[in-house]
């Protein structure tokens, strides 16, 4: 069997990730490959590693893109940085939370699972208290949590974690390149993010840095990493140091990577989060005005991701299926608790434009009156008009 060529139809990506590509980073992708080990390719390798750190706010050494998406930086944290007979604290207010406590698990090392409500954010002091009276090796949080539109503040988690000799791991899959983030002035170990969402590339790699006191950990560690592919101490040689062969570097989206790093510091990172502010307020002046309201608190929303209840009597899945086919705009749904609950509305990197919130809310007002919701015709649109004003 041949299958057919390939014709996917246009969509705007307006989910949870991924999100649109922007189209310097499609162009970059098409360039011709060069050997993994190449002296150019190791130059593109070290040009992609400086400005990751500039868009990570680090000067650790160790950061570099995993060749995988955002869970297998989460899992090189935890394998990497614990090991059996280790404690671990993870906080957990949402899907990804979760599924941090389950890879914590996989490594043999003690869990301390801190569970808070879905759309809420954790109070730190509760945090504090929990690190203080379990004084563990590693705390896992999630900056940004996807599956409800939460951000976490990290004020102070960072001070005290240095003072407990506790390792911060963070989980800013959705946070880099969309909301501030500084990880040396945040005092965080060990982040790992994606490339999908928030710097405007395809799904496939994994940023991840490591600062000082990770590495230490690493080095001290009494037995060897549970995952060959994802051990840092191997990995290391290959992005780390004398670029000895571990694996093949996946060229065309390390080519990606580094247009949509270009991309990120030729905008500007205050410009790029007031932008991501300014269309999140625009689209959800919009939203309010056609009745969906959010799931978090106006404190802790996500610019980049717009958790909304559904209405009572609008049917999910249905009115989802005709966003895509009617208008080719992709939302996402709800997870976990949220599932049948709850849209999600991404505006990640590119996508994150008032063509975006125009077009979404439009789309939105249709579908919804459709479904029988009471919304003036124009409404959304106009609302978000006058929030860009
Ligand atoms: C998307 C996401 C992940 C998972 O990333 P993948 O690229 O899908 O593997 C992890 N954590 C958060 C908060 C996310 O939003």
Partial sequence: MIASQLTPSTRLLLGPGPSDA????????????????????????????????????????????????????????????????????????????????????????????????????????RIFEVLKRERPKAIGIVHAETSTGVAQSLEGLGDLCRELGTLLIVDCVTSLGCTPLKLDELKIDAAFSCSQKGLGCPPGLSPLSFGDRAVAALKARKTKVQSWYLDMTAIESYWGGDRSYHHTAPISMIYALREGLRIVLEEGLEARWARHRRNHLALKAGLEAIGLNYIAAPECRLPQLNAVHIPAGVEDIPNRKRMLTDFGIEIGGGLGDFKGKAWRIGLMGYNSKPSSVFQVLAALEVVLRGAGAKVVPGAGVAAAESAYD
């Fill in 22 to 125: 922007h189209p310097r980073v499609l162009t970059a992708m098409t360039t011709p490959l060069l050997g993994h080990l190449d002296p150019q390719f190791l130059e593109i390798m070290t040009e992609t590693q400086a400005m990751l750190r500039e868009v990570f706010g680090t000067a650790n050494r160790l950061t570099f893109p995993i060749s995988a998406t955002g869970m297998a930086g989460m899992e090189a944290c935890f394998v990497n940085l614990l090991e059996p007979g280790d404690s671990v604290v993870v906080c957990a207010a949402g899907f990804f939370g979760v599924r941090m406590i389950d890879i914590a698990e996989r490594t043999g090392a003690k869990v301390i699972a801190l569970q808070q409500k879905w759309g809420e954010a954790f109070d730190l002091d």
